[in-house]
């Protein structure tokens, strides 16, 4: 009898991350509630099991998990968060995120240069400290790196975030026009960067139908470069750190969108058509009045 093959059952941060973005987006383009459901047990499994005292962890394999976490696994973890606040509007997992990116700056960043390192400055000390700069079967944790900075810069105003990720894409300018096949997620994130930023801040119930047709109005197309959140009054500590939730309140008890650029907003609607005919005229908002 042939013997049963050995199977690698450890959980890595980085690989969740990546999976937590597909099934929370999937639940919203495909409409699939159950889809949901694993994004947020995946999001619970990583923030509980896989952090410990606000950093994470590589890996766990049987409840077991020691080495700390490496650039990709940030940066991944925090891009699967961001979707999923995008797909539940709970608020949670923009803090998460949020916090994570912080902790990531702080870890990973060159001081005394651009980009980022994939090994934590808290970590076991090396001859030297590698960086990944190439995107191959997955991205690279400097290229997802950058792309979350730049989404949390666009939402918080913070041009720490900001001027990090454009570092890094300005360093691999000439790279990326060579050779755009090994720069897949790097091109990503220049793109959002050359785009002007759209943000959409709804408010009221997250669980009003009503609210659920707008988010299938959103997801309706593709629209990788929007950033979406709720404007949640019970929450300010978040509308303090992600500006374009603040005071926007729900018209007349309704689910209520505001659609906006670098903090300007154009007029609120109520109602999925209204917003969808709003987001349909795409970047034309920078040069309607106000």
């Given at each position: ?179 755009p096949l090994g720069f897949g997620r790097f091109l990503v994130a220049l793109d959002f960067h050359l785009s002007p930023p759209v943000e959409l801040a709804l408010a009221g119930d997250a669980d009003d139908p009503e609210m659920a047709a707008m988010l299938a109005a959103v997801f309706a197309a593709y629209r990788p470069n929007l950033l979406v959140g709720h404007a949640d ?58």
């Amino acid at each position: 009898r042939r013997v049963w093959p050995g199977r690698d059952d450890k959980a890595i941060a980085a690989w969740n991350g990546m999976m937590l973005r597909a099934f929370a987006l999937g639940s919203r383009v495909l409409g699939r509630p159950d889809f949901r459901q694993v994004a947020e047990r995946n999001a619970e499994f990583l923030l509980a099991e896989m952090r410990r005292h606000g950093k994470l962890l590589r890996s766990t394999k049987d409840g077991v998990a020691r080495i700390g976490g490496f650039l990709e696994d940030y940066a991944n973890v925090v891009d699967g968060l961001l979707a999923l606040h995008a797909a539940t509007l709970n608020g949670r997992w923009l803090g998460a995120a949020f916090d994570l990116a912080e902790t990531m700056v702080a870890e990973f960043a060159d001081p005394g240069g651009i980009g980022f390192f994939d090994t934590a400055a808290s970590a076991e000390s090396l001859v030297t400290r590698p960086r990944d700069l190439h995107d191959g079967a997955t991205p690279a944790g400097n290229s997802v790196a950058a792309d979350v900075l730049l989404r949390i810069g666009a939402m918080s105003g913070d041009e720490r975030f900001t001027n990090l990720a454009e570092g890094v894409l300005a360093a691999l300018a000439r790279p990326m026009a060579e050779q755009p096949l090994g720069f897949g997620r790097f091109l990503v994130a220049l793109d959002f960067h050359l785009s002007p930023p759209v943000e959409l801040a709804l408010a009221g119930d997250a669980d009003d139908p009503e609210m659920a047709a707008m988010l299938a109005a959103v997801f309706a197309a593709y629209r990788p470069n929007l950033l979406v959140g709720h404007a949640d009054p019970a929450d300010a500590g978040l509308a303090a750190r992600a500006p374009f939730l603040a005071d926007r309140p729900a018209r007349d008890g309704k689910p209520t969108a505001y659609v906006c650029e670098q903090f300007a907003c154009l007029a609120p609607v109520t109602d999925a058509s209204s917003l969808a005919a709003m987001l349909e005229r795409g970047d034309e908002l920078v040069w309607q009045e106000i």
